[in-house]
């Protein structure tokens, strides 16, 4: 892509990283859905609302793959499509993102399951109504297309000719995104503080509670999970938050290659960090999952061994023959 005006320059480099992290993101967002669908005793209600998060990163992580593929250059059809699809899915990342916070918080500190499970309807309501609705509409009112890379990295998203683009841009994610970014910390900071409290409570009874060290550790991992979930979400967006706010102030420092870059980097890695937590360092998955690895590896082996096995039997059968038609024949020769 040739710079020209206020267009953006997308350098080989930049589409071959982003490509990559589409590409880990598919991946981590199907491991995520495939481990739900295989392993059925494993559906609690935290884990299909994740299975939901990981549906719109899927489909983020495709969209944006296809438009930085692509190199739109014009507001053709395909690119309206895809910009339509990457606005949808990644807006409703972030509403299901603030969902499965909100269901911990209604889960734990105000310890109602029913009533955390009751906001699930709900939460598919506005999670996937409120972005469809203003994607269509965004859509309808011509919005959606090609933006010279001026706030993403190679893909479609508001029409970089649209003259109420910024107001177009808050709807289609950023407002939503700053609402996250302010919501996330305050709601995992509670959920922490209201587990370190009850930790607490329970302190002067545990002379006479056996020590359970797995217990221990699983809690402890647990607590790193909130710690590093808004962290995580935060680090990954923070850099498409400061491409626009650069745009806003009309600075050219929004076209630095390292800064477009991380802003690739960043909005393409949401599926990918979602498996790394919830798949890889979820110690019951994980075990299964390196179970199931373990078992195809031995069936390979047996099949390996299987298959090279036959021709040595096959030749060993030969050999013995062969051998009795020698002791035969000098047997016949000798009797002569």
């Not at 710079?3 to 080989?12: F, K, M, R």
Request: glycine letters at 4%; aromatic letters at 10%; charged letters at 15%.
């Amino acid at each position: 892509m040739i710079a020209s005006g206020n267009q953006t320059e997308l350098y080989l480099s930049e589409q071959v990283v982003v490509l990559c992290t589409c590409a880990l993101s598919f991946l981590g967002s199907s491991l995520i859905i495939l481990t739900h669908i295989i392993w059925t005793d494993l559906r609690t209600t935290p884990r299909r609302l994740l299975v939901f998060l990981s549906v719109t990163d899927w489909l983020s992580a495709v969209s944006y793959a296809f438009g930085v593929w692509s190199v739109f250059r014009t507001d053709s059809p395909e690119c309206v499509a895809q910009g339509a699809i990457s606005t949808f899915a990644n807006t409703s990342s972030f509403f299901w993102t603030v969902s499965i916070a909100v269901y911990l918080y209604v889960f734990i500190v105000r310890s109602s399951q029913r009533v955390a499970d009751s906001m699930v309807l709900l939460f598919h309501l506005v999670s996937w109504g409120v972005p469809l609705i203003i994607t269509v509409t965004a859509v309808c009112l011509n919005k959606i297309g090609y933006d010279a890379s001026e706030v993403s990295v190679g893909w479609c998203w508001v029409r970089i000719h649209a003259p109420d683009r910024v107001l177009w841009m808050l709807l289609t994610g950023k407002i939503w995104e700053f609402l996250a970014y302010l919501t996330l910390p305050v709601l995992y900071i509670l959920i922490k503080r209201h587990i370190h409290k009850a930790h607490m409570a329970l302190s002067e009874y545990r002379p006479i509670l056996a020590n359970r060290p797995p217990s221990q550790s699983f809690s402890s991992m647990a607590d790193v999970k909130l710690t590093l979930i808004p962290i995580i979400f935060i680090v990954l967006r923070i850099w498409s938050t400061v491409r626009f706010i650069l745009l806003l102030a009309d600075s050219p420092v929004r076209q630095n290659p390292v800064l477009v870059t991380l802003h690739g980097i960043g909005n393409t890695s949401q599926g990918a960090a979602n498996c790394v937590m919830f798949v890889l360092f979820t110690q019951p998955i994980r075990s299964r999952l390196c179970t199931a690895l373990c078992c195809c590896c031995s069936k390979c082996r047996a099949e390996e061994q299987r298959s090279d096995g036959t021709p040595q039997r096959h030749q060993a059968r030969q050999d013995s023959s062969t051998q009795r038609e020698e002791e035969d024949t000098s047997r016949v020769q000798t009797d002569r």
